[in-house]
């Protein structure tokens, strides 16, 4: 030990590098001591994990003196691995592609994927649940054309092969450093016990950065998994180190830990426990034979677990059903090899079960598997541990997790052929398997109840147990599926009989589960939820396995395997039969859903006759037990019915959910497809009297098939007859037609399962993928020779692309049927057969007749057409007898006839479906038959019905008396004597022989007595044949039965040709020679007429005989004499008919009224952008209005003025809005960046370059000047809306209160004053007062003027001197203040603080101001960015500006402009430049030239005593538009070269002296740039850059189209506002002629001048003094600046550009572009990735969704992006979602996606992982509705957010 104590002082480096150079000598012994020594000491368990100085010590010694990292870099370049093998972990995003998988569970990593050429593939992005691993470079499981570069080249086999001694020192120490973990491991586990709480996250915490240096190990390529592997399996190593040497006592305590906890697994035989384990008994050289032993058997000292188990549990369930344990001796002894670990892996394994999975090991484990011995030896030690995992999952708390970690290493090991087909042979993996699901099985049986509940003998699994209802089994059962996919491993299960025997016995766990009993009193008082648990069991562990199996039946070779499979079906069948003691009836009022071994038969059956040309008959039991095995099957069937005939309404809903998901897609095909094929096959096998009595009674309706018009029913009522008469038909008919199984092909069952699916409803792709079931058709995978799932899909249906409305919903991409399909292959059977709710049935008929319609083919009401079907197979053919069945003739006749007299609970549907089963048996003749047929005929003596069973024969058969039972109150009771003339009572006694009476029930009853007979003489003894008397009878007994001879005289055709009457409600509907003039054409579509012209035509073709009749009836036809009592209930039927039909055209006829006037309605109060003309609500319409407006309020309807008591309010929609400071300078939209290199780059924005214009003017100017020089408002600034509905304020407050006590159903939040609009029920949140008044003066404000300019500059003086005057409290005064208050609440602080001292009057002054202008500025934004367009606003009725200038005008008017500074003087006097005596300190006021002049404009509008008149406006603009062109002017000279500024200086100052020098543009301009010239810097800063800009020389023409489009923006400012205060249209011109046509509009032009000329802005100037002296004045203004630099003035000069329209970002057209670069990125603040990543699409900013990190002050980080960027208006793109979700204030909404797929479908959260594209409509929508503030309006389905996203 000295040596090692000395090694530990020295450096690790030096020591390490000392050690290996020993190492490398020859004799290397003293090395060897001396490293075993150190290691010794350094890698000792007892040191605590946490203590990092062990690992530190292992990296350098492994390294051998180098740099680990270095280490590292030279081990990777000798990696000779083929395989990628990445490992991930539970919702890593990985790929899938079926065209180059071989297993169905190959996974690609993204790299491999995105390198690999996949175009054109089926293949989808996925989020892995359970983990995966990268399948690239494997060719067992994919094929090599899909491997990606690097893995396709076989990069391994020109790599150098490695020096020996680079992995020297790593062969050394990680033996040491495994045993190490394994110690700790062993150490750390303890065994569930009740009284401690063990801690094994603990101790898997601690060993952390032990296990992630050994995945580090792994991934360092090939060189060092094999180093590794050799560590892991060496059995040597193993036994040297894993007991510990002699002395070591922690060792040997460690190792015991070890032992014990191997006993407690359960898994060690006895007697090796007995020999203790010193005696290292040697076994097989696999280990596969050896000792072997029973699951659970223990020591005889401890009471083995399950017993525990069981007196727990018979503590608790004193309520529940007792657990049925089997007695474990029934199985196979052999099963599982005892646990005897010889080597590292085997007890890593071990551990790894027992700590349940860790993560990291399973990283571990799964990364060393791209070594090919590794792969080998760890599948053996999995599949050896098999039992053992099974039983820790059972016992463990997070089965889940678990249970994922399974199925992430299993199917990495069993989806690979190769292997699982050697550990199948080596291991007998397939026994353990079986073996493992039915011990685990075993936990939860209890005795079943169906049928003999006393007696049973038969146990099914509890479905309410844990195991079941959490799926607890599932990682085993995928498993088995999972290897049964392989042929070679199924081939194997299939000749292996004893398994098939075990594997049946599980299955029959599962047969007759979930018993259901019809509650008859009470309604049930808990519903369980077991049918989920018991429906996903038998698809998962029976119908799965079951479907993998018969993919391997496919060819005639494969016989065998299907013989023997339903031989032991229906062995298994047997044993359960006798097992519930089921004889020939079923219990009554009970039934099950699962049938698991009747469905295994049926398929085995119908793959075996379809597929491999077995003989039915052949694979068929006797006659006695096929009719025992239609029994249940038969009674699902009939049960279905009576569940939606509401006869289970006591059971609760739950009983419905079963029947709807029985026939769900995904079960469908695995439980009613082969329950009617079971049916079908018995049916055609059985003697068909005998079938269809006993379908009627399974029914119920037996009872009701009476010719008399009255009867008892003992077990319906009398509502449910007819639905369950319905079901029965409709099941005859369904099992009569369906061909699924009967001779379809797989491509014509996809057409029709497609057909039936896209009538009942257009489908998205997606949807119709779901919904058809994958059997026999999987859709993954092109399966060769059939036709695919796309192919079929174009066949069958045309797509219809997503279409929107602009108001609304987005709609998908959807497949409608083509209208051939509806013409030939719309199949009612099918539909029927499929719909999991009945709706569906009709929504598919009425669009059905829609089609009809439309197409012209039948306006009225059409009948379900009738479908030709597929031929029969010939096995088959039996199934024809049962449409040829005088029992079914005989149900056919009763029914026609209680249908033509009327009796009661007949349908339209029953006729239906009685004439379908006439059409069917025409149809389907029988062939060649007659020879047998007759014999047998003469011992029965029912003939006096019907001669023979052929149906056509039949068809004519008239039929004279029927004896019936009938109650004594029945109308057919003869009240008189029996006639008494002789003659009259011996025709009568003659034709008595032929009346029967005809019982169902007895003649059911007879086939089976006599079957039975046949087959074997002993069962007559246990036959009890239940005699009508058994039958209970009700207390109030009903009246007695008495038997009534009815005569009839009629034949199935007469009456036919009846009901043809009386549908057609014509006397003689059909003349006698209708035959000759028959059309079939049009024989398809129609009604029940045409239904039955089409049967008489098809029977008059088939047979002359029949021809005749019809002819015969059709001429000496009568009406139909119904007993005297009925008629006049006929008459009242009818007349009740056309009185509903009248009542329901009337109720069309008003719904249709009510929606037009709601559409309309609806135009005009939401469309968002109608030009309305209407100008209504417009308040400053043109006419000129004497008396007062008249509003009406839409809360109470009065109509009346706003008065200053009573004011009324338009109802607005307040929204802070950054829209305008998000446009930009470009026309192109920024891009949103989806790589690194790219930026956007906020400073060219609106906001921001307003926001540095008014810090530039904060710095040098005095604050109060600066505040009205300048618009704020362009982030954060106060939209208002309306939808033009007035309400009176008080009502407005009552109805505000009504909300606030009905707080169901809101979106919205009251308490802030939110709510809809009564009447549109458009979202707003404020009330905006209209202004009393608006009387006489009206007129006054319009008269053109002639005053002189001086004259109205002089008034307009004046008017602002005068004081407003002070409001008087008034109601209207008080809500004028509470809007203002709404306004300022309305955005943030920081948008409304823009002074130096916040809380000043100017700060306030410039925020109303700013309100109007922004108003302005969007509604210009939303014409276009123009007014070329003219128009009215866009909508008059819906323009609330004029109220809101007043408003805002009533708030103003409290703050006095100073006069001393007042602008108006600067604008048209030209003043003393006052001397600067005192006032040095104090800052100058901005210059004129550097104000904004649209904000003057609105200062002066706002400021000045409403109404204004339009003279004294028209004033204010034309002294304002000299300001503008002055600043164009000094704009434009800026861009001028020096040597251009001289020169247009010089040529200007000749034309000063001109007449019209004023109004000369020239002049002007050298004026102002003389003047400017004076003080040097303003010119000189720029001289080196415009140089170089302005290559192109100035022209006049080019200057005049700068400087017209430079004061464009104000023009049209004005425009606006002269528009909504004077109500002025705008005129509506071409683009070049804007300015033109605007200043006309304004007054500043004359009239409209000539085309020809091009109008010179100058000529627009109207100068009230000197204009050279005003220019003067205001260049001084800029040249006076001491303080300011030339730069910076130049900067204040430069007027601000054009902005283009607000845009969104520009997204790429791929959205896996932003996937890619957006999901792994890390979030800017909190440095991680996010769990939901979000993208602003205004700005482009990444943020967290829903981010604790990222959280401040409470709010998460999109609420606040919201805040900042759109002043609480959010538009984020979720990347994990591809959906968008809209944040508005404190609610949000999801959007909808801009990214659909190839079939113009969404995909939501990514699940499906198709490649999504951009939509650019619904991305147009997005920006439009953003744009125009709409997102409130549009999006209907908002919630609050509580700032948790």
């Not at 052999?334 to 010889?342: A, Q, R, V, Y």
């Not at 004594?968 to 029996?978: G, I, L, M, N, S």
């Not at 033109?1636 to 409209?1648: I, N, R």
Request: hydrophobic share 35%; charged share 20%.
């Amino acid at each position: 030990m000295m040596a090692a104590s000395l090694l530990l002082r020295r450096d690790k480096k030096a020591t390490a590098a000392h050690l290996k150079a020993d190492l490398n000598r020859a004799d290397n012994s003293s090395g060897v001591r001396q490293l075993q020594e150190l290691l010794d000491v350094v890698l000792n368990p007892e040191t605590p994990a946490a203590d990092t100085e062990a690992l530190d010590w292992c990296k350098c010694l492994i390294a051998g003196g180098e740099g680990f990292e270095e280490f590292c870099k030279t081990v990777r370049s000798y990696d000779n691995a083929t395989l990628c093998g990445l490992v991930w972990t539970a919702n890593f995003v990985a790929y899938r592609c079926r065209t180059c998988g071989i297993s169905p569970c190959m996974s690609l990593c993204a790299e491999c994927f995105n390198n690999g050429d996949h175009t054109g593939h089926d293949f989808n992005m996925f989020r892995s649940q359970a983990g995966g691993a990268c399948d690239c470079g494997d060719g067992n499981v994919m094929r090599e054309s899909g491997f990606c570069r690097r893995h396709r080249l076989r990069t391994g086999e020109n790599v150098p092969s490695i020096p020996r001694d680079l992995l020297l020192m790593s062969e050394m120490v990680l033996p040491h450093f495994i045993l190490c973990i394994i110690q700790y491991l062993r150490d750390g586990y303890t065994e569930a016990d009740a009284s401690t709480e063990r801690d094994l996250q603990k101790v898997l915490q601690q060993l952390e950065p032990q296990i992630s240096f050994l995945e580090e190990l792994t991934k360092m390529g090939g060189a060092m998994r094999t180093v590794l592997t050799k560590i892991l399996t060496n059995q040597q190593t193993f036994k040297e180190l894993s007991m510990g040497q002699e002395e070591n006592l922690y060792a040997k305590k460690n190792y015991d830990k070890y032992l014990s906890a191997l006993q407690n697994s359960g898994l060690v035989s006895v007697e090796e426990k007995a020999q203790g384990a010193t005696a290292d008994v040697t076994v097989g050289a696999e280990g596969g034979a050896g000792a072997m032993v029973l699951l659970g058997t223990t020591a005889p000292g401890s009471p083995d677990e399950s017993s525990k188990e069981e007196d727990q549990d018979a503590g608790q369930s004193v309520g529940q059903r007792k657990r049925v344990k089997l007695s474990s001796s029934t199985k196979d002894p052999c099963i599982i090899e005892s646990l005897k670990h010889k080597c590292f892996l085997e007890e890593l394994l071990f551990w790894t079960i027992q700590y349940e999975f860790p993560q990291k090991m399973v990283t571990f484990l799964l990364n060393m598997l791209p070594d090919q011995d590794y792969k080998i030896t760890f599948t053996k030690t999995f599949v050896q541990h098999y039992a053992f995992i099974m039983k820790t999952l059972m016992k463990s708390h997070e089965s889940d997790t678990m249970s994922n970690r399974i199925v992430h290493i299993s199917v990495q090991l069993f989806s690979n052929e190769e292997l699982a087909r050697h550990v199948t042979e080596e291991c007998q993996l397939l026994d353990i398997m079986v073996t493992v699901l039915l011990y685990m099985m075993e936990s939860c049986l209890i005795k079943s109840e169906l049928q003999d509940e006393e007696n049973s003998r038969h146990v099914v699994v509890n479905c309410s147990e844990a195991l079941l209802k959490n799926n607890t089994y599932w990682p085993l059962v995928s498993d088995f599926i999972n290897i049964l996919s392989h042929q070679s491993v199924a081939k194997k299960f299939l000749e292996d009989h004893s398994l098939l025997m075990l594997w049946m016995s599980f299955v029959s766990f599962f047969q007759g589960m979930n018993l259901n009993k019809r509650e008859l009193n009470e309604h049930v008082e808990f519903e369980s939820q077991t049918y989920y648990a018991a429906f996903a069991a038998e698809l998962e562990a029976c119908a799965q396995p079951m479907w993998g199996l018969l993919t391997h039946c496919k060819v005639k070779e494969t016989q065998e395997y299907s013989k023997t499979v339903v031989r032991y079906c229906l062995e298994t069948l047997q044993i359960w039969f006798d097992a519930i003691g089921f004889i020939d009836e079923p219990a009554p009022n009970q039934v099950t859903f699962h049938l698991p071994l009747h469905r295994y038969y049926a398929m085995f059956l119908s793959k075996a006759v379809k597929c491999q040309g077995l003989d039915l008959d052949s694979l068929l039991p006797d006659q006695e037990m096929l009719m025992k095995i239609m029994v249940h099957p038969l009674q699902i069937q009939a049960s279905l019915s009576e569940i939606h005939s509401n006869m289970w309404v006591r059971n609760g809903l739950q009983i419905k959910g079963q029947a709807m998901t029985y026939v769900q897609s995904h079960f469908c095909n695995s439980m009613i497809d082969p329950d009617i094929y079971l049916l079908q096959v018995c049916a055609s096998r059985l003697d068909p009297d005998y079938f269809i009595s006993s379908v009627f009674e399974r029914f119920k309706v037996v009872d009701l098939l009476t010719m008399a018009s009255q009867h008892q029913n003992a077990v319906l009522d009398s509502e449910q007859e007819r639905p369950m008469l319905e079901g029965a038909l409709t099941f005859l008919v369904i099992l009569t037609s369906l061909r699924v199984h009967l001779g379809m092909t797989d491509d014509e069952i996809l057409r029709s399962e497609m057909v039936s699916q896209l009538c009942m409803n257009d489908r998205t792709h997606s949807a119709l993928l779901d919904l058809i079931p994958e059997n026999p058709n999987p859709k993954s995978g092109i399966v060769p020779g059939s036709c695919s799932f796309e192919e079929m899909l174009s066949a069958v249906a045309d797509f219809k692309a997503p279409v929107f409305e602009p108001g609304g919903s987005m709609q998908q991409g959807m497949y409608t049927p083509k209208a051939e399909v509806w013409e030939k292959e719309f199949d009612p059977i099918m539909v029927v057969l499929r719909t999991v709710y009945r709706r569906d049935v009709q929504s598919a008929m009425d669009r059905y007749s829609a089609f009809l319609k439309q197409s012209g083919i039948h306006t009225g009401n059409p009948w379900p057409p009738y479908k030709e079907r597929t031929a029969l197979h010939p096995c088959y053919k039996g199934l024809i007898k049962l449409l040829h069945c005088k029992t079914l003739h005989i149900v056919i006749f009763t029914l026609l006839y209680k249908i033509w007299m009327d009796h009661q609970n007949m349908s339209e549907h029953v006729l239906c479906m009685v004439l379908y089963l006439i059409e069917l048996g025409l149809d389907n003749q029988v062939q060649d038959n007659k020879e047998d047929e007759e014999p047998c005929i003469e011992e029965h003596c029912h003939d006096s019905w019907f001669p023979g069973t052929n149906l056509l024969s039949n068809l004519h058969h008239v039929i004279n008396f029927v004896r019936v039972r009938v109650p004594e109150t029945a109308p057919e009771v003869k009240r008189e004597a029996p006639p008494s003339t002789s003659t009259e009572a011996s025709s009568y006694g003659q034709n008595l022989r032929e009346a029967q009476v005809f019982s169902l029930v007895s003649e059911r009853r007879r086939k089976f007595q006599e079957i039975i007979n046949r087959s074997n003489t002993e069962a007559t003894q246990v036959v009890r044949p239940k005699s009508s008397s058994t039958r209970w009878v009700p207390p109030g007994t009903p009246p007695q039965l008495v038997t009534e001879i009815l005569e009839i005289r009629e034949s199935m055709l007469s009456l036919l040709i009846k009901l043809h009457q009386k549908l057609s409600s014509k006397q003689n509907s059909l003349s006698p020679s209708w035959l000759e003039e028959m059309d079939m054409s049009r024989h398809t579509h129609g009604d029940g007429i045409t239904a039955i012209e089409r049967i008489l035509t098809k029977a008059a073709t088939r047979s002359c005989q029949i021809k005749r009749s019809i002819q015969d009836i059709c001429g000496k036809v009568c009406p139909p004499v119904p007993p005297k009592k009925n008629s006049p209930t006929d008459k009242k039927t009818m007349d009740k008919e056309e009185r509903r039909q009248r009542a329901r055209e009337r109720q069309q006829k008003l719904l249709a009224e009510f929606a037009s006037r709601q559409k309309s309605f609806m135009e005009t109060a939401m469309d968002v952008e109608s030009p309305e003309t209407e100008a209504a609500m417009d308040l400053g319409a043109s006419e000129v209005m004497e008396s007062e407006f008249l509003y009406d309020c839409v809360i109470c309807g009065q109509s009346g003025p706003s008065t200053e008591d009573r004011p009324t309010g338009l109802v607005v929609l307040l929204q802070a809005s950054s829209v305008l400071g998000h446009r930009c300078q470009s026309k192109e939209a920024k891009k949103l960046p989806t790589s690194d290199e790219e930026h956007i780059y906020a400073a060219d924005t609106c906001g921001v370059a307003h926001d540095i214009r008014l810090t530039l003017m904060q710095r040098f100017f005095k604050d109060s000047s600066c505040l009205q020089s300048v618009s704020i408002g362009w982030d954060g600034g106060v939209y208002v809306q309306t939808c033009g509905h007035t309400l009176h304020i008080d009502c407005h407050k009552s109805y505000m209160e009504s909300l606030r006590n009905d707080q169901v159903l809101q979106g919205f939040s009251v308490d802030k004053g939110e709510f809809t609009c009564p009447l549109c029920r458009q979202f707003a949140n404020s009330v905006l007062p209209c202004r009393p008044g608006r009387g006489t003066e009206a007129g006054a404000w319009h008269t053109p003027t002639n005053k002189k300019t001086f004259v109205l500059v002089k008034e307009v003086e004046d008017l602002q001197e005068k004081l407003g005057p002070f409001p008087t409290e008034s109601n209207f005064s008080k809500e004028m203040e509470l809007v203002i208050k709404d306004i300022k609440n309305t955005t943030q602080k920081k948008y409304m603080d823009y002074g130096k001292n916040p809380s000043s009057p100017d700060n306030d002054f410039l925020f109303m101001y700013s309100v109007a202008r922004t108003n302005l500025e969007l509604e210009l934004v939303h014409r276009g960015g123009n007014l070329c367009s003219g128009g009215a606003s866009a909508s008059a009725k819906r323009s609330c500006l004029n109220q809101l200038f007043h408003v805002l005008a009533m708030h103003m008017r409290l703050y006095s402009i100073d006069s001393a500074y007042n602008p108006w003087t600067k604008l048209t006097q030209v003043t003393q430049i006052r001397e600067a005596d005192g006032f040095e300190e104090e800052r100058p006021e901005v210059p004129m030239l550097f104000r904004d002049v649209a904000s003057l404009l609105i200062i002066f509008v706002l400021t000045m005593p409403q109404p204004l008149r339009k003279e004294h406006f028209t004033c204010v603009v034309k002294m304002l538009y000299n300001l503008q062109f002055s600043q164009a002017l000094a704009a434009v000279s800026t861009k001028f070269s020096p040597e251009e500024r001289q020169a247009w200086s010089t040529s200007g100052a000749l034309k000063k002296n001109v007449a019209n020098a004023e109004t000369s543009f020239e002049a002007l301009l050298s004026h102002v740039i003389s003047e400017l010239s004076k003080d040097k810097s303003v010119y000189t800063v720029n001289t080196e850059e415009t140089s170089m800009l302005s290559s192109s020389v100035w022209s006049p023409q080019s200057i005049e189209f700068s400087l017209q489009q430079l004061c464009l923006p104000f023009l049209r400012l004005s425009c606006l506002l002269q528009h909504h205060l004077y109500g002025d249209d705008l005129t509506t011109c071409l683009e070049g002629e804007e300015f033109t046509s605007l200043a006309v509009c304004l007054g500043l032009l004359p009239s409209a001048p000539q085309p020809s000329s091009i109008v010179q802005s100058a000529s627009c100037l109207r100068w009230a003094v000197s204009a050279f002296g005003l220019v003067t004045q205001w260049c001084a203004e800029v040249t006076g600046l001491s303080q300011m630099q030339g730069d910076q003035s130049l900067n204040m000069l430069v007027q601000e550009p054009q902005w283009t329209a607000p845009r969104l970002l520009k997204l790429p057209d791929n959205y896996n572009i932003i996937f890619q670069y957006y999901h792994r990125k890390a979030c800017r603040a909190c440095k991680k990735v996010p769990k939901d990543p979000a993208l602003c699409l205004v700005c482009g900013a990444f943020v967290c969704l829903k981010g604790v990190c990222c959280k401040q002050q409470g709010i998460c980080e999109c609420v606040l992006h919201s805040q900042h960027c759109g002043a609480a208006t959010g538009i984020f793109l979720l990347i994990n979602a591809s959906v968008i979700i809209i944040i508005r204030g404190h609610r949000f909404c999801l959007w909808g996606s801009v990214y659909l797929d190839a079939h113009g479908e969404e995909d939501r959260d990514l699940r499906r992982g198709k490649p999504l594209f951009l939509c650019e409509e619904r991305y147009r929508v997005l920006e439009q509705q953003w744009g125009s503030h709409t997102f409130d309006h549009i999006n209907k389905r908002w919630g609050p957010h509580y700032n948790g996203l």
